[in-house]
């Protein structure tokens, strides 16, 4: 299958305590995302993340999320101490 998405929108985000969404370009249908410096928790379900439940993250860690409802529906929290940061790029098809 031909990959048809690209780029459209680039954007670096911190997470902490507060549950924090991604607020997707409205074309969007897929999101990179690279996990810097801390640990982080996600939940794409229309649920929120808490610091012991959700999809853990390490630094490094790359996640592909794809559709538009979990892209609006994703949200992350950090699971440790210190601040997370996300880096995300939006695509398009």
């Known amino acids: 299958m031909l990959n048809t998405e690209h780029a459209i929108a680039f954007k670096s985000v911190s997470i902490g305590t507060t549950v924090t969404t991604l607020d997707p370009p409205t074309n969007a249908v897929r999101a990179v995302m690279t996990v810097e410096t801390a640990s982080l928790r996600y939940r794409y ?13 390490s630094p490094g860690d790359v996640l592909v999320i794809e559709g538009k409802q979990n892209l609006t529906q994703f949200a992350a929290t950090r699971s440790g101490s210190t601040n997370a940061v996300l880096s995300i ?4 098809q």
């Open 45 to 57: 379900d229309g649920g929120g993340p808490t610091s012991g439940v959700g999809h853990l993250m």
């Open 89 to 92: 790029t939006f695509e398009a």
